[in-house]
């Protein structure tokens, strides 16, 4: 025991391995094999040995193992309690929790998400039409029950049924939470839980891996749903929830602007329902609040406001399979004592632009530009509830982009009136409707018509 052996982990899916690869042999990333020094383990098998010991709580039924009759499988939803809260929380969950699932919340330190999960428990203790008032049980590693008692009141929780407790032992929280037999189980957070036979600290690969699988193991036997909370780091540690998302049924993210009181719950990863979904809500004193008119967040102040600005436009990018809204600002001005200036996108990527609307869209912008789009060149503001979407091509056409029809939806969904797409993936999305939102072919940087507003 405490023997340290190197073992090499994606940082991209996961995967482990024995000795270190050029490239993921899993999943084909190119260098994100990373080193971790793991306590005890064999063969690159974490935590070999210890599944046994860990089940031993679990009532053991012969008739639990059996296969199930499909017509027999409960399909069983718990929806939220009804309102604004609930609604939001229960969409990016595909509607409601599903017995015996288990989900991980991730996100920054501080983003929001004991606060989310608190209001969840609340919720889910409250009950609607899966029955009246049932225990849930909140478990914390990392405050105290006066801590997030204290927290409670401020957020005028009032239910008789939330239970907390204070506890980082995994086999300790399930024995206690499997006395209450709750409606719901919620761990704050996976890295502060360790289980007693597995080496390394807990937050470590190790724990963090077997701690997982026993809540599990957990949660598919007494069909009680686990939500279990865990810290992303801004290097997007090994040890952290990417491992996890393997494991877990649900993989939900909560973001947010450090400045900024809005926050996004996005759904990653889910076994029961879509992952195009996506809820908004804005801190407050009383915890969050589900915003109704989305829209306005993204923008600047003066933007959202009726006063119309030129220089600003609103686009959509992918990061992964994730969709964000973004601002281009940019500002042109006639003097040569003030150089081209680009902030948070690629000077090569904004100098190609300027060149593609130079040439190609007769602009001419060469001898004084301190600027990205020709609108503001042109003094021509864009009305606030516009977005766009394509990409630029050297001959000035507009070209499409991968997943169109996911990105006009996040367009849709934040209550954009007019959504300006490449004319190319126009005939793709002929079936689509998006609700309350004309979408505008648009064939090259020339066409002013998709611009009349
Ligand atoms: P917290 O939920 O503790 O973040 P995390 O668990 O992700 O680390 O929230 C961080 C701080 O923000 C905490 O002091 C409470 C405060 N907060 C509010 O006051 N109102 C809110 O609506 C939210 C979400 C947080
Ligand atoms: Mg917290």
Not at 120 to 144: K, M, N, Q, R, T
Request: hydrophobic share 40%; charged share 20%.
């Amino acid at each position: 025991k405490g023997r340290v052996k190197t073992l090499w982990v994606c940082s991209s899916c996961g995967h482990t391995e024995g000795q270190w690869w050029g490239m993921c042999r899993s999943c084909d990333a190119p260098g994100t094999m990373t080193e971790v020094l793991d306590g005890d383990s064999n063969d690159g098998k974490i935590g070999g040995g210890v599944s046994e010991k860990v089940g031993s709580w679990l009532p053991k039924k012969e008739g639990e193992v059996l296969p199930i009759r499909l017509k027999d499988v409960q399909r069983v939803l718990l929806m939220l309690r009804p309102g604004l809260f609930g609604n939001e929380v229960a969409r990016v969950l595909g509607g409601g929790l599903v017995p015996g699932c288990l989900v991980l919340v991730g996100g920054d330190p501080g983003v929001g998400k004991s606060t989310l999960l608190l209001q969840v428990a609340a919720l889910i203790s409250e009950g609607c039409d899966f029955g009246g008032p049932a225990p849930v049980v909140y478990v914390s590693g990392e405050e105290s029950i006066e801590q997030i008692g204290n927290r409670a009141d401020r957020m005028d929780i009032k239910t008789e049924e939330l239970f907390l407790y204070s506890s980082t032992d995994i086999e300790d929280i399930i024995q206690k939470a499997h006395i209450l037999s709750p409606r719901a189980l919620i761990i704050d957070s996976i890295q502060t839980v360790y289980l007693n036979n597995v080496t390394g600290s807990a937050g470590g690969l190790s724990q963090v891996k077997e701690c997982t699988s026993a809540l599990l193991r957990f949660a598919k036997k007494t069909n009680i749903p686990v939500l279990l909370i865990g810290h992303v780091t801004k290097s997007g540690e090994i040890a952290g929830p990417r491992v996890l998302e393997h494991i877990v049924d649900v993989v939900l993210y909560m973001e947010g602007e450090k400045y900024s009181s809005h926050r996004l719950l996005r759904s990653v990863k889910n076994r029961f329902g879509s992952t195009d979904e996506l809820g908004v809500f804005e801190m407050s004193q009383s915890g969050l609040q589900a915003v109704v008119n989305p829209s306005e967040m993204f923008l600047s102040e003066e933007y959202a406001g009726s006063e119309v600005l030129a220089g600003l436009a609103v686009a959509v990018t992918m990061d992964g399979s994730r969709s964000f809204l973004i601002e281009i600002q940019a500002l042109c001005v006639s003097s040569s004592t003030v150089s081209r200036q680009v902030n948070g996108v690629q000077a090569s990527r904004a100098d190609m632009i300027i060149s593609v609307l130079i040439k190609q869209a007769g602009l001419k912008l060469q001898e004084n530009l301190a600027g990205l789009l020709f609108i503001i060149f042109l003094e021509f503001p864009i009305p606030n509830n516009i977005a766009f979407i394509g990409e630029i091509g050297l001959a000035g056409e507009i070209r499409t982009v991968p997943r169109m029809d996911k990105r006009i939806h996040t367009v849709a969904k934040l209550g954009y009136k007019k959504c300006i797409i490449p004319k190319s993936a126009e005939k793709s999305l002929a079936t689509s409707v998006y609700e309350g939102m004309t979408v505008v072919g648009c064939r090259n940087l020339k066409e002013r018509k998709s611009l009349e507003f």
